[in-house]
C-alpha cells in the first residue's frame, strides 16, 4: 500500500498511528531497559531472592486484564452502534483503570509494611527497582485514564461513529498495550530472581 494515496484525512489518520507505534516502541525500548538493569544488578549480593510480590499486584494484574476486555467491549459497541453499551463499557473501563492504580498503590504499602522503603536506610535495591518499575508503568497508565476521559468526554458530544473512531482506536490501541506491558512486567517480576 502506497502511504501517500488517499484523501488528506486518511493521510493524517495514517500519520497518527504511526506516531502512536513511534511512540510505544519508545516505551518497549525504556522498559527493555529498566528489565535488563533489573536482570544485570540480580548478581548483587545484596539482592532479595526469596520475596514475593504483594498480593495486590496480581489483584492489579486480573483487573488490568478485565479492562481491556471491557475497552475492547466498549469498541464493539460502538462498530454496532449501540450507544448504551458503548457508554457502559467506556465507563467500566475508566473504573478498573482506576482500581488497577489503587491496587498498585496497595501494593506499595504491602512492600513497605515488609520493612523496605524506596530509598534510604530500610531500602533493598531489589525493591527499589521493583518500585521504579511500578511507578513508571502507573505514569503510563494514567496517561491512558486521562485518553480515556477525552474519549469518554467525545463519545458524550457523539463524536464517533462506526466509520469515524481514530481518537477511540488510538486510545484503544494504547490502553492494550499498557495493559500488555503491565502483564509482561508482572511475569518478569514474579519469575526473575
Same mark, same amino acid.
Given at each position: 500500500m502506497d502511504l501517500t494515496q488517499g484523501t488528506l484525512e486518511e493521510k493524517n489518520n495514517r500519520a497518527k498511528k504511526m506516531m502512536l507505534w513511534f511512540? %510505544? !516502541? *519508545?516505551?518497549?525500548m525504556s522498559f527493555a531497559g529498566l528489565t535488563s538493569a533489573y536482570v544485570v544488578s540480580s548478581s548483587?549480593?545484596?539482592w532479595l531472592k526469596d520475596f514475593?510480590?504483594?498480593?495486590?499486584? %496480581? !489483584? *492489579?494484574?486480573v483487573v488490568i486484564i478485565l479492562s481491556s476486555i471491557t475497552f475492547f467491549l466498549a469498541k464493539k459497541s460502538l462498530k454496532n452502534?449501540?450507544?448504551?453499551?458503548?457508554?457502559?463499557?467506556?465507563?467500566v473501563t475508566l473504573i478498573l483503570g482506576i482500581l488497577f492504580v489503587f491496587n498498585q498503590f496497595n501494593g506499595f504499602q504491602e512492600i513497605i509494611n515488609l520493612g523496605y522503603n524506596f530509598t534510604g536506610p530500610t531500602s533493598n535495591v531489589t525493591m527499589s527497582y521493583?518500585?521504579?518499575?511500578?511507578?513508571?508503568?502507573?505514569?503510563?497508565?494514567?496517561?491512558?485514564?486521562i485518553c480515556l476521559?477525552?474519549?469518554?468526554?467525545?463519545?458524550?458530544?457523539?463524536?464517533?461513529?462506526?466509520?469515524?473512531?481514530l481518537g477511540f482506536e488510538l486510545t484503544l490501541t494504547y490502553w492494550h498495550f499498557v495493559d500488555i506491558l503491565w502483564v509482561?512486567?508482572?511475569l518478569f517480576l514474579y519469575f526473575v530472581r
Open positions: 511512540g %510505544i !516502541i *519508545s516505551l518497549i548483587r549480593p545484596d514475593q510480590l504483594p498480593n495486590a499486584f %496480581i !489483584i *492489579s494484574t452502534n449501540k450507544k448504551q453499551a458503548t457508554t457502559i463499557f467506556l465507563l521493583i518500585y521504579l518499575i511500578a511507578v513508571v508503568h502507573i505514569i503510563h497508565v494514567v496517561v491512558g485514564l476521559l477525552i474519549v469518554i468526554y467525545n463519545h458524550f458530544k457523539q463524536k464517533y461513529h462506526p466509520t469515524k473512531m509482561y512486567l508482572f
